[in-house]
């Protein structure tokens, strides 16, 4: 079965997971994934975090916001992951590749290194910010559907929006539960889902429910600018391991 091997190790990551996300409202599959990946191929490490990141995703957006405003408002945005997830997630599962590793490293790293880059798209979201809605959604749509990591690329549209916190991630929340969602149906239609690896990964959203939980009891009480940077350490050496795995283990 599915993880049964290693069940503690990964309860471990999922469980470590659920805080960070129920402490920076984000941040499941980022985390998640990687830590998966270095000992699973990447396609099982997606398989093992769908229903947690569903999870963990739905209360977050229950927290602030409601599932009717955030689509009534970002419907364009996320039809258009619709697309992109079909896409990237068939990739992964039909024509599934090491090298897709790369992809996830290098998402990474573009969260890492956002501030640095510098990258404004400012006058083209305010020029056209119809197409640019579609084509972030649907770039970042396919990418998630690979590498399970769409925020890097989502986040770049969304600092553009100027939305407060809460709303901010309300609309990510909503992006990732119908990538999520989109993954599980595709999964199960090309028999990669069985019944057997369902059961394996139910305990994992109990699991990730309860990091979410005691995450979120914590946003108050931590120096969060000391634990971004504790965070974006772990995920440089992740990146960078999850590089040189691809090309010489």
Known sequence: MLGNEIFWYEACI????????????????MLATPL???FLDLKKAVLLTLFPT??????????????GEIWREYRLLIVSIIGGSIIGTNLLVVYY???YKLVLAGVILLYLNKARLKISLSHSVATYPVLMTILFGFLSGIV??????????????ILELNLDKKRAIGVMSFCFITNKILQVLIFGYHGELST??????LPFVVIAIGGFFIGSRLQDHIDEALYKKILNGV?????LYLTYSTFYM
């Open 235 to 239: 995920l440089w050496v992740l990146s």
């Open 36 to 38: 998966f990946a270095l």
């Open 54 to 67: 569903i999870a963990v995703n739905f209360l977050s957006l229950k927290r602030d916001n409601s599932f």
């Open 14 to 29: 999922v469980f470590f997971a659920g805080i960070v996300h129920g402490i920076l409202g984000f941040g499941f599959p």
């Open 97 to 99: 590749s090491e090298y």
């Open 196 to 201: 057997n690896s369902v059961w394996v990964i």
């Open 144 to 157: 998630g559907g690979i590498a399970n990591i769409m925020i890097p690329v989502l986040i770049i549209l």
